[in-house]
């Protein structure tokens, strides 16, 4: 799990040297995430590539805080749909990609001693859906509250917020 975060990083740096010409075409942030399901609060690391005005790529990592000694995390990896432009608002768009859920459980040594291992660890795959608005703040900044559905084994829905800087 350690490596893929690490990956994903390396992987949103390399991307970040690799554009000679930037005109807010590409942006990083951060966020907060409630999933369903879930049952607790996460932290997300996102990232945003414009093709063209219309069309986007943003994958993004989601650390949620452990609860019962149940850890999740998630990579998106999504492309976004510019709908509409609302004046004086922002723009609506769809989101549309797949989604990696990894979960973990670990649970106490008298257990483990039993079940021959003190943890399980379990990786799915499901499609996201859902819509963005993204709220620009400046001409560098923007706002974007979103709501996701990720369907598969074990369909999850999510609600949060991010705030995107372009580089």
Known sequence: MKNLFKTFIVLAIVLSFSVTESKAQMSVGGGLVYGTSINTIGIS????????????????????????????????????????EFDGVGGLYGIGGLGMTFARFDW??????????????????????????????????????????????GTYFRIGAKIMFGI
């Open 45 to 84: 690391i996102n990232g945003k590539y414009e093709f063209t005005e219309d069309w986007s790529a943003d994958p993004a990592f989601t650390y949620f805080i452990p609860k019962d000694g149940l850890t999740w995390m998630v990579l998106d990896l999504d492309g976004n749909y510019q709908i509409t």
């Open 108 to 153: 106490d040594d008298e257990l483990g001693s039993i079940m021959g291992s003190s943890s399980y660890t379990s990786t799915t795959v499901g499609l996201n859906l859902g819509v963005g608005l993204e709220i620009p703040l400046s001409e560098s900044m923007a706002v974007s509250p979103e709501m996701k559905l990720t369907i598969g084994n």
